[in-house]
């Protein structure tokens, strides 16, 4: 088969299924995507310039808009040259955030397209105005409201849609929802997996060490900022440390802004490290920065609990790949960390706005031995169930399938059916 995929950072959301395509053999699959470093063997990337920034003219209202147009425009020059080359896709898959795909049924308008949709913004009911200490002026609504403009546009294609999460697709309107189809995303059970053997040995982060007697607490995003929780557990810290003089933690994280605003003045980091003033042992607390993946997996294989809180927004992969690995999580009790996570049976759940709350969560957690254990091992049975990779490609070979009318992109994977425990018997 022929297959087109268009994300603006290469490989992105479709890394696993790229790498299943070039395993498979005998696809032409082509990618276009700014430039970057990334490269998978068998895959053509096309790179496209990113357009220039709108000007300062544009109101900020529809700023979003002329990114999108602009990068729309460009994709589709890209597209039309590949087509003059004599290369018509059998399917395009790709993302709608930044408006890549909008210009693509002009060049192909018999090819299926598959547009991933991420989150609809609301200015009530999810991520705006949920946290009160970080106000959203009601001035910025009309921005929050405008960057839906990219959603409907992409709805209005008519083309076929993608969801990662049922609360993801649960943001769209009802109207919208029948055309998107929730394709669940799954973690590598065979890399992300339970590994005892960490806990025998020293892990070092900068100058800091985890020996294995110490108990380690694990927090994961991509950058340090409310949207993630970070305030609410650098507040806990304290608590954390003082109970437990052999309790390490690393926050991973950078100090750049994922979503959401800048702090008003340098960092998040540094910002809520200021509030704390001084009252944390930051020779028991590392903050390696963003890790390579390979760190990353070894700490949550090494963590004895591991905290994932966010807001009601997009769920990250790093809480999947948490439970794949047999973490014991202690997540905050939002909609997005509860598809995922079932308070008592597979992790813990503690109110988002609760930092006592959530130190002695993870204080009961490191004292409770047993209870760790149970979550631990249902979270990985839980992860096996419903987390497979493997399950993932096979609904993406499904929906290739039904679209192109039978074509096959690769053979389906057996995934093991989920182990059931024998029933007890009384004699």
């Avoid at 895959?43 to 310039?49: A, E, I, N, Q, T």
């Amino acid at each position: 088969m022929k297959l087109l995929l268009v994300h603006q950072n290469f490989p992105a959301q479709f890394l696993h299924l790229l790498r299943r395509l070039a395993a498979a053999g005998g696809h032409e699959v082509l990618f276009i995507s700014e430039p970057n470093r990334n490269r998978i063997d068998g895959v053509r990337v096309v790179p496209y310039r990113r357009p220039p920034p709108s000007s300062a003219a544009t109101h900020p209202a529809a700023r979003d808009l002329d990114a999108a147009a602009r990068r729309a425009e460009a994709v589709a020059r890209s597209a039309a040259t590949l087509k003059t080359l004599g290369f018509t896709p059998d399917i395009v898959l790709g993302h709608h955030g930044w408006g890549e795909l909008l210009n693509l049924p002009d060049v192909w308008p018999d090819v299926p397209l598959v547009g991933y949709f991420e989150f609809y913004y609301r200015i009530d009911g999810s991520d705006v105005g949920f946290d009160p200490e970080f106000p959203t002026d009601p001035g910025d609504f009309p921005r929050i409201r405008a960057k839906n403009t990219i959603n409907l546009l992409a709805l209005q294609l008519g083309r076929h849609g993608q969801s990662p999460t049922a609360w993801q697709h649960s943001t769209y309107p009802a109207w919208a929802q029948p055309g998107i189809e929730i394709l669940r995303e799954g973690a590598d059970l065979d890399r992300c997996r339970p590994d005892p053997a960490l806990r025998r040995k020293p892990l070092k982060f900068g100058q800091m060490t985890v020996a294995p007697s110490d108990r380690l607490v694990t927090y994961v995003s991509r950058d340090l900022e409310p949207y993630r929780g970070a305030h609410v557990m650098f507040r806990a810290l304290p608590a954390l440390l003082a109970a437990r003089p052999d309790l390490k933690v690393v926050m991973v994280g950078g100090d750049g802004v994922s979503y959401g605003a800048p702090a008003a003045r340098g960092t998040w980091r540094q910002h809520f490290l200021d509030q704390l003033g001084g009252g944390v042992d930051l020779s028991r607390v590392a903050f390696p920065g963003r890790v390579p993946y390979d760190t990353f997996l070894r700490l949550l294989q090494r963590s004895d609990a591991h905290v994932y809180l966010s807001y009601p927004f997009v769920a990250s992969w790093s809480l999947r790949e948490a439970l794949a690995c047999g973490c014991v999580v202690v997540g905050s009790d939002t909609p997005p960390v509860r598809e995922f996570v079932t308070d008592r049976v597979n992790g813990r759940l503690v109110s988002f706005f609760d930092p006592p709350g959530l130190a002695a969560m993870v204080l009961e957690l490191l004292e409770d031995r047993a209870q760790a254990r149970r979550l631990r091992e249902a979270a990985r049975a839980g992860a096996e169930r419903t987390l497979d990779l493997r399950a993932t490609l096979a609904d993406y070979a499904a929906l290739i399938r039904r679209l192109t009318r039978g074509g096959e992109i690769f053979p389906a994977e057996a995934v093991p059916a989920p182990k059931r425990r024998r029933a007890a018997t009384s004699r």
